[in-house]
């Protein structure tokens, strides 16, 4: 009578967590399985899961999920200034700052709904992005951005209470002992967050966060969600009192964003307001509509291609293409060239924004939609044939 | 006993006189029906029981506790459910996931986070909604979208997300509007099944003969007060009504 049943479930977090362990090899036809592109796969992943927390089921739509993503950075580079280059006092202190920055713009965003909501979370995110670079500076480090520098000589620490653009403390690691030779880079109890490592770190991640996601959306907290989304009036007058659930919403989407942040730290340990500008925050929309907003896999995938686009789409430029097209006579070679030259490199938004398009008008539901029709056809193909088979005669 | 007693309620919208020194008491276990022309203020009196508009003056009393000032959940959480005039469903989720949330409204209260245990693993609320549900004649469209549902079996959806609350109170707004006869007779007789139970029954409703089969005591309403109140028989016959219907030049 539900529509899925337990079982179905582990067996999606089966293949999901296999399929994206297995994605530097199943992403390598594709031109993707390098490393850094690999780890945004899985931090815009994880941020657009938890996107979807919020607009998937409740359908309140966030325009400013960004500037969450944002303080998660900076939460983690002052975690790395200050005290350890390990990752997780990082992740985990990036996870309650973007949490109580959520309590905080949740509390007053959810006081309105529908178009109001979103154009409170959007003045709240630009208001977040133009204080980093005019007022915060001493935390943010303005247009420089926040990074990771060498340690600030012994004799002259003393000085240094918070003002450290340029040189770092690192209380714990000093403490420890740990030998620094330059500038440092993070690590998870000394294996070092770049590369292959960081990527498996973020998967691992990815698959705990797409694991809770799931969870919230088979339990009835999710479900009350689901009905907000689909009736909040019906749902006050049967008895729930709709705002904490979706303060709770706002939340957990919160502190997803701030986890994703906190993982853009921790593969490059660098923060910069930009992160937190609304182009950002219009992007998770997008990945997760894109995708299928309200399923668990939409969201992840609508970030894998958005992010595939973006690195691998805008590095094809017109020697790339005079190449593919070198088969043909030389006016209709530049002619293609001309013409796909309009798509790719510098244009790949365009696109993207076609894609946008035709997803958007034929698959309101997403990708996801369009998927689960194939799977549904292909399955009634297959009972028909195995009827009319067994049928006698 | 009233378990619902209004007392001098007055509410004005802008120069309009909505509600005028009006006074009600619903007896524990009846069905009350409110009846009036339109604009009597029948749908404005509803809304003041149910946390939507707040009189200027006057109590309401539900059970003992003032119902003034108190939001729609909380009012909900003492014991009172609603039919709206079109049923109210969450149409993008299944029958059985309908009647499940106001089933947990009622076991845990208004608000509760229990994020991790999978809803089907609550067995007394799966019992309960599989049960009211054959109750209502929907337990084959257990895993059908509500969206696809007939009105009627909105209707009836909306009768059972309501019932699995077990009220104290039901408050239908107009239950047969818009039904033809056949669905207009069948919500009569679920209506009259529901009597058993002994829960308390407010019904505002403009067809007569739904009034007259299902009400125990009728007040009826006309410009913001109660001009009449008494069984169905003693309202049949009250020159009162006749003239409050067909207007006074004909009385």
Redesign the interface.
């Known amino acids: 009578?539900?529509?899925t049943s337990?079982r179905a479930d582990w067996l999606l977090l089966i293949a999901f967590s296999a399929f994206v362990l297995a994605a530097p090899v199943i992403l390598k036809p594709f031109g993707a399985a390098y490393p850094d592109l690999l780890q945004k796969f899985a931090i815009y992943g994880i941020f657009a899961i938890g996107f979807n927390i919020l607009f998937g089921l409740t359908g309140y739509l966030s325009f400013g999920h960004a500037a969450f993503l944002g303080v998660g950075s900076y939460a983690s580079v002052w975690m790395f200034k200050l005290f350890t280059m390990n990752v997780i006092p990082a992740v985990l202190f990036s996870i309650v700052i973007a949490g109580l920055f959520a309590l905080m713009i949740g509390f007053v965003s959810l006081r309105r709904s529908g178009i109001y909501f979103s154009i409170l979370t959007l003045a709240f995110a630009q208001m977040s992005y133009n204080l980093a670079y005019s007022v915060l500076t001493p935390i943010t480090n303005g247009e420089t951005g926040l990074q990771v520098r060498q340690l600030v000589p012994a004799d002259r620490a003393a000085d240094y209470v918070f003002v450290l653009r340029d040189e770092d403390l690192r209380w714990v690691d000093q403490a420890l002992g740990v030998v620094e030779e330059g500038i440092p880079i993070t690590n998870l109890f000394g294996m070092k967050m770049s590369g292959y490592p960081g990527f498996y770190f973020c998967a691992v991640l990815l698959i705990i966060c797409f694991f809770i996601a799931m969870?919230?959306s088979?339990?009835?907290?999710?479900?009350?969600l689901?009905?907000i989304?689909?009736?909040q009036?019906?749902?006050?007058?049967?008895?729930?009192?709709?705002r904490?659930?979706l303060l709770?919403a706002f939340v957990i989407s919160g502190m997803y964003a701030g986890l994703a942040g906190a993982l853009l730290a921790v593969t490059d340990p660098l923060a910069g307001a930009e992160r937190m500008q609304w182009t950002a925050s219009g992007e998770v929309v997008l990945m997760t509509i894109l995708g299928g907003a309200g399923t668990l896999l939409g969201p992840v995938l609508g970030a894998g291609i958005i992010k595939y686009f973006e690195n691998i789409f805008s590095s094809i430029n017109d020697t790339v293409l005079e190449n593919v097209f070198s088969f043909l006579p030389t006016t209709l070679q530049d002619m293609s060239v001309a013409v796909t030259g309009m798509f790719v490199g510098e244009g790949w938004h365009l696109t993207l924004g076609l894609m946008f398009m035709i997803i958007v008008i034929f698959l309101p539901g997403g990708l996801m939609q369009g998927l689960t029709h194939l799977l549904g056809s292909f399955k009634r193909k297959f009972s028909n044939t195995a009827a009319s088979t067994d049928s006698p005669g | 006993m009233a378990i619902l007693e209004v007392t001098d309620v007055n509410k004005r919208f802008g120069g309009l006189r909505a509600l005028h020194h009006l006074n009600l008491q619903v007896e524990e276990g009846t069905t009350h029906a409110i009846i009036g022309p339109n604009g009597a203020g029948k749908s404005t009196l509803l809304n003041c029981f149910v946390g939507r508009l707040i009189p200027e003056t006057g109590s309401v009393t539900f059970d003992g506790a003032s119902l003034l000032g108190q939001k729609p959940h909380q009012i909900n959480q003492l014991g009172v459910s609603r039919v709206f005039q079109t049923p109210e469903i969450f149409e993008d989720l299944t029958v059985l996931e309908n009647v499940m949330i106001p089933a947990f409204a009622k076991a845990d209260g208004a608000f509760r986070i229990n994020a991790w245990q999978r809803m089907e693993s609550r067995a007394d609320i799966c019992d309960e909604a599989k049960h009211i549900l054959e109750e209502m004649g929907l337990v084959e469209q257990g895993a059908v979208l509500s969206s696809t549902l007939s009105r009627g079996d909105k209707r009836r959806l909306e009768l059972a997300m309501c019932l699995i609350q077990h009220p104290k109170l039901l408050l239908l707004d107009e239950p047969t509007a818009g039904m033809s006869r056949a669905d207009t007779n069948n919500t009569i007789e679920l209506l009259k099944r529901i009597s058993e139970r002994g829960i308390t029954k407010i019904i505002i409703e403009h067809d007569m003969h739904v009034v007259f089969s299902l009400a125990d005591r009728i007040s009826v309403l006309a410009q913001g007060t109660v001009i009449a109140e008494g069984t169905p028989d003693e309202i049949k016959g009250d020159p009162k009504v006749i003239e409050a219907y067909l207007g006074g030049e004909l009385g």
């Open positions: 009578m539900f529509g337990s969870r919230i088979r339990s009835n907290f999710g479900m009350v689901k009905a989304k689909s009736n009036n019906r749902l006050s007058y049967t008895g729930v009192n709709t904490p659930y709770t």
